[in-house]
């Protein structure tokens, strides 16, 4: 069965500090990680994807299979990304995505 | 561009009452979703679809039905409504790399 888990469910750093949210995840096949933005009072959006290994506002995210981790990083936090964030699973062709619970950021002044 | 839409964005409602849930895209992807969003729980799948005529069952299916009778619409019903079905519901729609969503809508059952 697929899983995805995100330890930590509230985050709170200080602006400027880095900044590391987890996610590791459970799937026999080949997974598509990705990880998902809510902002307040906004729909979810698409942060990032690893098939891309691309840096999204200052945020990475390295897939390792060996630790079967898509943890999001970034070494500088800033107010502005305070938000929810959550990681996901794509099952092989993307025909089911399922999502971990969560981690709500909270960058401090 | 609209994108997701979801219809309507709030509804309360009595339990034992059922109600349709209407997401529409724009964007012709094949796979939709719907989901559920809980405090502490995330988001939960409740049912999807790989294309028009499609659907399956996702984490959380009970309670709920779908149809996919048209390749831009997905329908979320829900026969009897209870209040564990209280929750905000997300529409979503993909090709494979990347989901796209609705607002959202929220649902009270009293």
Same mark, same amino acid.
């Given at each position: 069965?697929?899983?995805? %888990?995100?330890?930590?469910?509230?985050?709170?750093? @200080?602006?400027?500090?880095?900044?590391? #949210?987890?996610?590791?995840?459970?799937?026999?096949?080949?997974?598509?990680?990705?990880?998902?933005?809510?902002?307040?009072?906004?729909?979810?959006?698409?942060?990032?994807?690893?098939?891309?290994?691309?840096?999204?506002?200052?945020? %990475?995210?390295? #897939?390792?299979?060996?630790? %079967?981790?898509?943890?999001?990083?970034?070494? @500088?936090?800033?107010?502005?990304?305070?938000?929810?964030?959550?990681?996901?699973?794509?099952?092989?062709?993307?025909?089911?995505?399922?999502?971990?619970?969560? %981690?709500?950021? @909270?960058?401090?002044? | 561009?609209?994108?997701?839409?979801?219809?309507?964005?709030?509804?309360?409602?009595?339990? *034992?009452?059922?109600?349709?849930?209407?997401?529409?895209?724009?964007?012709?992807?094949?796979?939709?979703? =719907?989901?559920?969003?809980?405090?502490?729980?995330?988001?939960?799948?409740?049912?999807?679809?790989?294309?028009?005529?499609?659907?399956?069952?996702?984490?959380?299916?009970?309670?709920?039905?779908?149809?996919?009778?048209?390749?831009?619409?997905?329908?979320?019903?829900?026969?009897?409504?209870?209040?564990?079905?209280?929750?905000?519901?997300?529409?979503?729609?993909?090709?494979? =790399? *990347?989901?796209?969503?609705?607002?959202?809508?929220?649902?009270?059952?009293?």
């Amino acid at each position: 069965a697929q899983r995805v %888990t995100q330890p930590e469910k509230l985050l709170s750093v @200080f602006k400027g500090a880095p900044v590391e #949210l987890k996610c590791n995840y459970s799937y026999s096949g080949s997974p598509e990680l990705f990880w998902y933005v809510q902002y307040s009072r906004q729909r979810l959006q698409l942060l990032l994807r690893h098939i891309s290994r691309e840096s999204i506002k200052g945020f %990475t995210a390295d #897939l390792n299979k060996g630790e %079967t981790s898509f943890h999001l990083k970034k070494p @500088f936090a800033q107010e502005e990304d305070s938000a929810m964030y959550y990681c996901a699973l794509s099952t092989t062709g993307g025909f089911k995505t399922i999502f971990g619970a969560g %981690t709500r950021l @909270f960058v401090k002044a | 561009n609209a994108g997701v839409t979801q219809t309507p964005k709030f509804r309360v409602l009595k339990t *034992g009452q059922s109600m349709t849930l209407l997401c529409a895209q724009d964007m012709n992807h094949e796979y939709m979703y =719907w989901y559920r969003q809980d405090p502490g729980m995330g988001l939960r799948l409740i049912h999807y679809s790989v294309g028009e005529g499609t659907t399956a069952k996702g984490e959380v299916p009970d309670g709920y039905n779908v149809s996919r009778l048209k390749k831009q619409n997905f329908l979320l019903g829900l026969e009897s409504a209870a209040p564990s079905q209280t929750s905000v519901y997300f529409c979503a729609s993909t090709e494979g =790399w *990347g989901a796209f969503f609705g607002q959202g809508t929220r649902l009270t059952v009293v």
